[in-house]
């Protein structure tokens, strides 16, 4: 393996703030709102379906997330020990000197889950997909199509998704970014 990409929300970006706000802007209490997110999320559904049970409009426009205390360090020791240090996601993400490229949905010109993404992120990187790991708190979206691309593929639990999502064996599986240089190796 000779580079590590990263997905953006819920990896390396914790989202509480931003959802709470869209709860707040939307008139519904933050609890419930909560609640009615992480039920659309077990039940396998598009996360935009919560506007829909809500009954509310769907917000853009979002405030900025905060990011996860682990998250700086791990992509400074990655890269420290020699991997390529990606970040890909559906989300944009503003640059960072930790990392080697960046890329999203938009510049890939395709969408995760699709495999189409991956493939192309394993072409930015300029190496074969099983010289590759792609970490992501979401199995359905990050895990399982890095896999199917034919990356080795890291599943950190955090976020809604990372709980109530198994990953397959064939996943690497960590429950924090600290994990994941000893993981690699």
Request: hydrophobic letters at 45%.
């Given at each position: 393996?000779?580079?590590?990409?990263?997905?953006?929300?819920?990896?390396?970006?914790?989202?509480?703030?931003?959802?709470?706000?869209?709860?707040?802007?939307?008139?519904?209490?933050?609890?419930?709102f909560?609640?009615?997110?992480?039920?659309?999320?077990?039940?396998?559904?598009?996360?935009?379906?919560?506007?829909?049970?809500?009954?509310?409009?769907?917000?853009?426009?979002?405030?900025?997330?905060?990011?996860?205390?682990?998250?700086?360090a791990?992509?400074?020791?990655v890269?420290?020990?020699?991997?390529?240090?990606?970040?890909?996601?559906?989300?944009?993400?503003?640059?960072?000197?930790?990392?080697?490229?960046?890329?999203?949905?938009?510049?890939?010109?395709?969408?995760?889950?699709?495999?189409?993404?991956?493939?192309r992120?394993?072409?930015?990187?300029?190496?074969?997909?099983?010289?590759?790991?792609?970490?992501?708190?979401?199995?359905?979206?990050?895990?399982?199509?890095?896999?199917?691309?034919?990356?080795?593929?890291?599943?950190?639990?955090?976020?809604?998704?990372?709980?109530?999502?198994?990953?397959?064996?064939?996943?690497?599986?960590?429950?924090?970014?600290?994990?994941?240089?000893?993981?690699?190796?």
């Open positions: 393996m000779r580079a590590v990409v990263f997905d953006v929300g819920e990896t390396l970006l914790d989202e509480t703030r931003q959802w709470a706000s869209v709860a707040d802007r939307v008139g519904v209490p933050q609890f419930t909560m609640g009615v997110f992480g039920g659309v999320v077990a039940r396998g559904e598009h996360h935009h379906r919560v506007y829909e049970l809500l009954g509310v409009e769907r917000v853009t426009g979002f405030e900025r997330c905060d990011p996860y205390p682990d998250a700086r791990c992509l400074e020791r890269r420290a020990a020699g991997y390529a240090v990606g970040i890909a996601g559906n989300l944009p993400w503003s640059g960072d000197d930790a990392v080697d490229f960046v890329a999203s949905s938009l510049t890939l010109g395709a969408e995760k889950p699709a495999v189409e993404f991956f493939e992120l394993g072409e930015l990187a300029g190496l074969p997909p099983a010289e590759v790991a792609y970490v992501g708190d979401r199995v359905d979206y990050d895990v399982e199509p890095a896999l199917a691309a034919g990356m080795v593929a890291v599943h950190v639990r955090r976020g809604p998704w990372g709980f109530l999502q198994e990953p397959p064996a064939e996943a690497i599986r960590i429950d924090s970014l600290d994990e994941l240089p000893g993981a690699l190796a």
